[in-house]
Every structure is written in structure tokens, then in C-alpha cells.
């Protein structure tokens, strides 16, 4: 089931047969009515039906080549058969001639001398000639004079006889022997062939002919035939299977394989004119189609559509990541009904979406759900700050001012927000929630943003401050650090010194709170801090160096900058640039950090290592330290161990994980730095075990930088 936008005049036409509509919703003033429809399925649809051959085309095509055949060959016996009678009706008759003159001269006589006798007996020497059935001789009167049969003649049918003129018979005359001037004969020699031998031999050559034609008919029947099948009912036959085995999804955009053989003939013209018919036929399909499921203007995807590609990313990122939705109504456009020509308001409308178009990035999708109403889909939008923040760039964006030919508009604009939160809820719902509060943002004036809960609009909101003051803070130099000493608990030496970020507050004073390192790493700026920490430290060692101090300094990394590949290439500049010496420049990466793709990070400390700079592990112990995670140490990237405070803070009482730290230390040739010392007792404790290095209010708290300098780089100053 989708929907469409359709207007009011072709809502009941005829002109759309294959689409059955419903009618969803009907605004006569804009002129169109929004629809449900899906495709008509005919109740004897060929495709749903197995077609099955009745009479197969090869049958046919035999049956009517033998057809041919036999009335051809039976018109050509019937021909050479006539031809065979006439041919043998001739040489009857030349060899009776033939016959006749051998006697015509002696009959000639005795019928002159009336010698019947002899006459006789000259009839009787033709009998030898095997051919005649009998001999005449009649007078010119038509008397016959004398007769003679020289065999019983077997019966003919007579319609046999009429047809091919049987008897074959001669006439020849008799002379005297003494002729002048013009003789009369005296009398006629009749002879006649033998009928039954013409007969035996029309049957003998009329079954012979038979047997010879019809076998030749049947061969070439079967030669035909084969060839025809070859060439034309084998590749009709593999044309229908694979019509008839389509399944009714792949219909649209199936193309016919056009065979070697038949390129250039009938069938090839056939299958060129199929696959043509198909792609004129898809081009309609999608053209109907995107008419369905995109607003003709943006060609963006319509809420139908939308609705479908968000529930299947929903089924998608199912208990994976979060994501939000965004609806955006541009009252600007709903106002320009009547004021601007249709043109003017088209031209309007993609300016606006080209400027959201530039707004988001590839993780977003924007669809179109009305005249005037925008949803966008926000992929990584996992946090209501990352919404916000999108939509306040969305807003600003908007509200541009657009020049329209002489006519110059200032859009305004009603946002509403909703994050996916609950794994019930529909695609549908979800954006009806946003829709609602893009309602709400609406009803509280002009440009206003707001989430479907009210307490995530403030969190964001608090966010979005959070982010402008400490960006602001980066440009106007309000943060700093200070530094805590590490310091050499056996001779009171410094040892080294951790950096401390703090920001100056509204009283002038300076701190962080604890929420801030995370609130930066949510709203994204925390890649900024650290580069100016970085930068900051560098300088710091830069000055130290440039007086002969030659100490470690550690510097905090978040979890985010081990994800950022560009981190390496700005500290290796900052290293390079202010020439610090390796090992004065150390790593602290938290134990319990989510840094994402481990080999990654382990990738990027070890590149960082081999530029000089020392990695150590803060919080060790408060992490994921198992068997196998200790047994893969030997090749992490850490030259040092920071041990909990917690663990320091238990000293005396329970001294178990300082032990098993210390323990662990010694087997893995790492040097320890005890954090949160704070009373002489735990410093014993401490040394006792054999770890020297301690940092903690003990010794001093963390520092501004002139006050750390003045009071622990003091070469003559040791704490006793």
C-alpha cells in the first residue's frame, strides 16, 4: 500500500486503470487529495495461472509439411504416371508396327490370292510377339475377313481403360503387290496390344512411385521439420519458458537474451521489439512511480515513501544506534498561496531545499511530507545536543533572506525534534511525534525549536550553551593549566608533573567541573580542547627546556582523540616545531576509556612512541585488567602505570590492589606513579613496597603555571 498526491479532477478518472485509489485526506483549496492505492491484481491473470501447450507448434508444423508433401508428391505420381502410360503406350505401338511390317507383304498376298489359309497361318506367326491379344484383317468395307486371339486377354477395369485409352491398337493397310498412281488397300491389318500388361505395369509403377514418394515425403518431412524446430520453435519454446517461469517482481525490468543465431532475422527482431517494449514500459513504471512516491517540484520522497524507508531503518538499527527525526514547517511557503505565482513559489521552494540540501550531511535523509512541511531523518543524531545543534544551523540557514526577481522574502520557520528512544514504537508514531512537536514549536511564535520532551529542548538548549562558551573561552584565552607535581618520595625531587585543564569561572576564579571533560566529548569540541592542551604543553616544555629543565610533563587524552587519526600528525608538528626532547612528553589514557577500535588506538600510541613520546596507563586497576588483558601488556604501548586513587586512599588499612599493582609493575618492568598520596603514612607504606614516584596533595595541589615554577623549579629545593 502506498500513497499519492493527486488532483481533485482525475481523482475519479478513467485514465487510471492499473491503480485502485482510496482516498485519504482532500484539501480543495490546494487542489489535491492525498491517496492510498495499490496495484489492481486481474482475477485470471495469465502469471498466476500455469500455462500449459496443447497442441505443441511442432506437431503442427509437421503435420502440415507432410500435408504438403503428400499432395505434392501425389500430384507428381499422378503426372509421372500418365507419363509412364503415354511413354509405354508409344513403344506398344511402334513395336506392333514393327511387327506388322514383317508380315505385310506376305499377308498382302494371300489376301489378294484369297488364300485364307495362309492368311491364316501368317496371323498366327505374331502370336511369338508376346505383346498382342489379337490380330484383324478387314476389308475396306469394315467386313472383318479374317480374326485371330492369341491369348485370353485378363479384364481391366474399365474405368482404367477409359482413362489411359486402353486397348492400344494399330491399323495397318494392305497393298497389292503391283501399285500405281494412288493404290487403294485391299484390305486393313488391325492389331491389338495386350491391355492387362499396360494395367500390370500402371500398378507395378504406381506402387513402386508410392512407396518411393511418400518414403521421400516422410524424409523430407523429418528434415523440415527438424530444422524449422531448430531454428524457430526451440527458441520460441525457450522465450515462452522463461516468460512463463518470471516471477511477477522481476515482470517490469525483465529483458529477453538475444540468441547468437538470430541477430539478424524474425526472432531477433521479435526479442529486439520485447526488450524495447519492456524499457519503454519500466521508464513509465518508474516515471508513475516517483509521481507516486516524490513531490514533482523537489523530486524529494514523499511521507509515503518516507514512511517505508524509515521503517526499514528502523528495522535496521533495531538496539543499535540512536537517531532522531526532524520535521520542518517553512510558514514562508504556506504564506506564499496567492501572493506568488506558482512559478515564483516553485522557484522559492527549491531554493529552500537546496539551502537544507547544504545544511546536512550524507547521514541524513530529507524527505518532503507536505506543501510546505520537511522531514528529515538523522542517522547519528544520537544525542539531543547533536539535533539541536543541526537544527539551530538548519534555522539560521533558512531564515536568510532569498531574493525572488524583484521581491525580496525573509522565511520563517517551526522545527520539532523527537529521538528514538522506545523499540515499540512505529515509524509512523515517531514522526506524528515529531510532527507534534514541530506543532508546538509553531504555536510559541516564529523560528522556535522544540523536542517532543520538553526536558530534552533544556538539556540540548544547555548544551548548545555549553558549546558557545567554552569555543568562546578557546578564543579569549580562558582556559589554563596547571600543573600538580609528581614527586620522588625517597629524596623529594621533582620527578615530573601532570597538566590539569581548568577554565576560568564567572568570579574570576579558575576550575573544571566534573561533568565538563564528558559534556565536551558529547557536544563534540573536545578535539579542539586537547589540540590547544597540546599546544599549551609544548609550550611549556619549550620554556622549560629553553632554562635547562629537562622534566616529563603528562598531558590527559580523551578517548575521542585516539579515534582521530589527525591527532598524531598535529602533536608530531607541535614536537617537532618546539624541538622537545623525548620522554618529556607523556600520554595519560584512562584505563576504563571507550576507545572504540583498540588495534586503532594501539596503532596510533605506538607512532606517537616512536616520535618520543612516553604513553602511560591512568586508573590502572579500574579497568578490564583480566588474565589475558595483563598477558597482552608486554605489547601495549605504556612505558608507565598510574595506580588509582581509590587504591592509595585505602593505605594502610587495605593494602591488597596496591600489591597486586606493584606486583604486576615489577613483572612488566613498568614504572608507578601513586596517585592521591596525602598523608606521610601512605608515602611509607609506599616506599616500603618499592614504588617512589607520588603525586597528591601531600606534596602540593595543582598549580598555576608561575606558581609551579616558583616554587618546584628551584634547583636547590627538595621537600624533606
Known sequence: MRTCIIPNHRENSSAWPFFNFIPAKCDPDLGYTRCAFHLITWPNWPGE??????????????ATVSAVAIVTISIFIVVQLFHFVQQRRIDYAQQMENVAHTVRQPLSEAVLKAD??????????????????????????????????FAPEKPVPRWVARLFELPVQITLPLYSVERSGLPKPIAYLVLQA?????????????????????????????????????????????ISRDLQELPPQAILTHKLALPNNHRDDEIGMLIRSYNRNQQVLESIHDEMSRMTTHFAVTDLPNRALFLALLEQHMNQQRNRQAWGLMVIRIETLQEANGVLSDEQRDTLM?????????????????????????????????????????????????????????????PNASIGLALYEESTISASEQLDRATSAMMSARHQGKNQILFFDPA???????????????????????????????????????????????????????????????????????????????????????????????????????????RDASMVSHLQGLLERHRIAPGNFVLEITETAQIGDAEQAIALLRL???TGVAVALDDFGMGYSNLNY????????????KMDRSFVAALPVDDTMVRIVAAIADIIHLDVIAEGVETAEQRDWLLARGITIGQGYLYAEALPLDVFNQRWLNPSQTLE
Not at 49 to 55: D, M, P
Not at 364 to 371: N, R, S, Y
Not at 383 to 403: G, T
Request: proline residues 4%; aromatic residues 6%; hydrophobic residues 45%.
Open 49 to 62: 495461472v500455469l500455462l500449459r501447450v496443447s497442441r505443441s507448434l511442432t506437431i503442427k508444423q509437421m
Open 116 to 149: 485364307i489359309p495362309q492368311a491364316e497361318h501368317i496371323l498366327n506367326t505374331l502370336k511369338p510377339a508376346g505383346i498382342l491379344s489379337r490380330a484383324d484383317v478387314v476389308l475396306p468395307n469394315a467386313f472383318q475377313a479374317l480374326h485371330a486371339d
Open 194 to 238: 495386350d491391355s492387362s500388361r499396360v494395367y500390370q505395369f500402371l500398378l507395378s509403377t504406381l506402387s513402386t512411385m508410392i512407396t518411393t514418394y511418400l518414403l521421400l515425403a516422410l524424409i523430407l518431412s523429418v528434415a523440415i521439420s527438424w530444422c524449422i524446430n531448430r531454428l524457430i520453435v526451440h527458441p520460441l519454446r525457450d
Open 350 to 410: 527549491l531554493t529552500l531545499v537546496e539551502k537544507i540540501r547544504s545544511t546536512v550531511d550524507d547521514h541524513v535523509l530529507l524527505a518532503q511530507t507536505g506543501p510546505s512541511d520537511f522531514a528529515l531523518l538523522m542517522k547519528r543524531a544520537h544525542n539531543p545536543f547533536r539535533a539541536m545543534r543541526l537544527a539551530r544551523n538548519l534555522m539560521i540557514r533558512l531564515n536568510q533572506p532569498v531574493n525572488l526577481q524583484n521581491l525580496q522574502l525573509r
Open 456 to 562: 530534552l529542548t533544556e538539556r540540548a538548549q544547555k548544551r548548545l550553551t555549553q558549546e558557545h562558551d567554552i569555543l568562546q573561552g578557546l578564543q579569549e584565552d580562558q582556559f589554563s593549566l596547571y600543573l600538580q607535581p609528581q614527586i620522588n618520595m625517597e629524596t623529594g625531587e621533582l620527578a615530573g608533573a601532570e597538566a590539569l585543564l581548568r577554565m576560568r569561572m564567572p568570579d574570576g576564579s579558575y576550575g573544571l567541573s566534573e561533568e565538563f571533560i564528558a559534556s565536551a566529548e558529547e557536544i563534540g569540541v573536545i578535539s579542539a580542547i586537547g589540540r590547544w592542551v597540546f599546544e599549551e604543553a609544548c609550550r611549556i616544555l619549550a620554556a622549560w627546556q629553553k632554562q635547562g629543565i629537562n622534566i616529563p610533563l603528562s598531558v590527559n587524552i580523551s578517548a575521542v582523540q585516539l
Open 608 to 610: 606517537l612512541q616512536k
Open 630 to 641: 595483563l598477558h597482552q601488556f608486554k605489547a601495549l604501548p605504556v612505558n608507565k602505570l
